[in-house]
Structure formats: C-alpha cells, structure tokens
C-alpha cells in the first residue's frame, strides 16, 4: 500500500521557526514518492477533528512535528486506528521521542518515518482524557501551567518557572488507592509515566518502559525545603530503586512504585498537567494503562 502521511506542524513548538521544516519535509516526501498533506495546529485544533481529516486524506501515518503536546494530539487521533504515528522532535523538551530513541535532529528523525519500522507502545487514560507520556499533580503541573502562559517557549523559559515555582510550592493532601490498598500522603507533587522522562532527558522515572504494560509511579512526599532538591537529584539520577508500595512506605521521602492502574483523590484540588499541557484539576483522578495502543514509528 502506497504510504499517505500527514504531517501535522505545531508552528509555536519549540523556539525556531518551522518555515524551513515544512519545505524540507515537502521536498523529502516528494522525492520518496509518498502522497502527503502538511497541517499546521492552531490553538483550537483538536483530536476528533485531526482523526476526521486523517480519515478523509486516508492516512497510513500521522506524523507529529512539534513537542509532547502535538504528540499527544496526534497519538490520540491514531488511537483505535491503523495509522502509525511518527515524531519529528522540534518542541521544547521532547519527552516521549527521547524515551524511544528518536533523534533529535529532523533531518535523522524523518529517516525514522521512512524507514518505516514501528512498536506496539501504551498509553494511558486520565479519567476521560488522553495520555501517552507523563501525568502529573502538584509542583511539576503549576510549572507546566505558568510555561504555557510565556510567549517565549525554550528550555531556558522553562527552566526559569521551574525554579519560581520551586519557590512558591507546597506539600498537598492526596488519598492515593491501588487495588484494594489506600492511604493518604502530603506531597509535592505526583508523577505517574508511561515514558521515562518530563523531556531534555530530566528522567523523573527512570527505569519507565513505553512498552511494559506498566504505570511508573512517583510520589514525592513532604519533607523540609532544603532537602528537597537532594531528593529529587537522587530520583532523575537513578539513584532511587523500584519497590514494592508498602515497603517502608512511610519512612521514605520518595517513593517509586509500579502498577496498572491507580486512583488519586486529590483533597486540595493541586494542579494538574498531562504530557505537559495544564488540564482543569479535579477532586477524583483515575489514571489506567492502555497497553499497545499506539504503533509508534521507531528507529
């Protein structure tokens, strides 16, 4: 089957302009023979209308160029479909196109769209909202949310509201409940991934699969200021193990964990983010894994 490909351009992604993107990416899928179309999002693009034109175009694959946010949008058109989803990484962080291996580098990673080869990856659900990289609660969801207020985008930006945000957070209430078991903590923030990292290779879950059918969960409790950047040094450095949840659960300042699916009342309404983009907060959160649900394009 002749390979028909949209490619669906954040033009705000990242900090360089896409007008050379889009005549590279042109000349490339002429050359190969491949039919195409070029999107560009704006602010009121969504999954159900990108699904639809995919539908219409008859697309074999949905190729998101831009950072987590397009990848998630294009991800959520494929679902439940034959396209393939492929990344050309050209966003801020670029979190999930890291995790797979994709290079950074358009030009390399449009080889990986040519090549065509793809994996069975998961996703997963946040209540009624879909996930394919990372979720979050707390400190790291009010940095996202002051990040998508800048005009400027970049990892400098970013990292300026993480260190505004550091200074402002506070530990929230949250019941956390997995199976049968359930208890409550004080924290700064909870990160549940399905890939391994916020982006920029800062790898709050190290040892995440996009592939393992798995939840990586990451609850980073109350504990005094100071020690709060240690803490956190220790979790993105690896330095922090898996564990079974009720190991020593109580007595730890981070705790690592591994499951399914997991349910969070989140007793303070603290902020919450999904791939980076800032949703409304709610009181009840369920996050569940849909495994091998994205053919995802892979070196």
Same mark, same amino acid.
């Given at each position: ?21 889009? #005549?590279?990416? &042109? ?19 969504? %999954? ?5 034109? $995919? ?8 190729? $998101? !160029? ?5 990848? +998630? ?6 679902? @439940? ?12 962080? +670029?979190?999930? *196109?890291?995790? $797979?291996? /994709? ?12 090549? @065509? ?7 997963? *659900?946040?209540?009624?909202?879909? *996930? !394919? ?20 985008? @970049? ?21 956390? !409940? ?14 549940? $991934? +399905?890939?391994?990292?916020? #982006?920029?290779?800062? &790898? ?5 699969? /996009? ?7 990451? /609850? ?5 200021? *100071? ?38 009342? +989140? ?13 409304? %907060? ?11 649900? /994205? ?5």
């Amino acid at each position: 089957m002749k390979r028909r490909i949209l490619f669906v351009i954040n033009p705000i992604a990242g900090t360089r302009s896409k007008k050379d993107l889009e #005549g590279y990416l &042109t000349r490339e899928a002429e050359k190969d023979g491949f039919e195409y179309r070029i999107y560009q999002t704006s602010r009121h693009t969504n %999954a159900h209308a990108l699904q639809h034109m $995919a539908e219409e175009f008859t697309a074999t694959d949905l190729i $998101a !160029c831009g950072g987590d946010g397009t990848v +998630n949008l294009v991800a959520h058109a494929a679902r @439940g479909t034959s396209a393939r989803v492929g990344i050309i990484p050209v966003g801020s962080g +670029n979190g999930l *196109a890291r995790a $797979a291996g /994709i290079p950074m580098r358009p030009a390399a990673a449009y080889q990986v769209v040519r090549a @065509g080869k793809t994996a069975e990856t998961d996703s997963f *659900a946040v209540n009624r909202h879909f *996930a !394919c990289m990372l979720a979050g609660l707390g400190y790291d969801a009010a940095v996202a949310e002051r990040f998508a207020r800048q005009e400027r985008r @970049g990892l400098m930006t970013y990292t300026r509201q993480a260190l505004i945000q550091f200074f402002k957070s506070h530990p929230y209430q949250f019941e956390v !409940c997995i199976d049968d078991f359930s208890f409550f903590t004080d924290a700064f923030f909870i990160s549940v $991934a +399905n890939s391994n990292q916020y #982006g920029n290779n800062v &790898t709050i879950a190290p040892l995440a699969s /996009i592939s393992d059918g798995m939840l990586d969960i990451v /609850i980073v409790q109350k504990m005094p200021k *100071a020690e709060l950047p240690f803490a956190l040094l220790r979790q993105v450095s690896g330095n922090n193990r898996l564990r079974s949840l009720a190991d020593k659960l109580g007595k730890r300042h981070v705790l690592y964990f591994q499951a399914r699916n997991i349910q969070v009342r +989140n007793l303070q309404y603290a902020p919450l983010h999904i791939d980076g983009d800032p949703v409304p %907060a709610e009181e009840e959160i369920s996050f569940r894994i849909a495994p091998r649900s /994205i053919r995802l394009l892979v070196p």
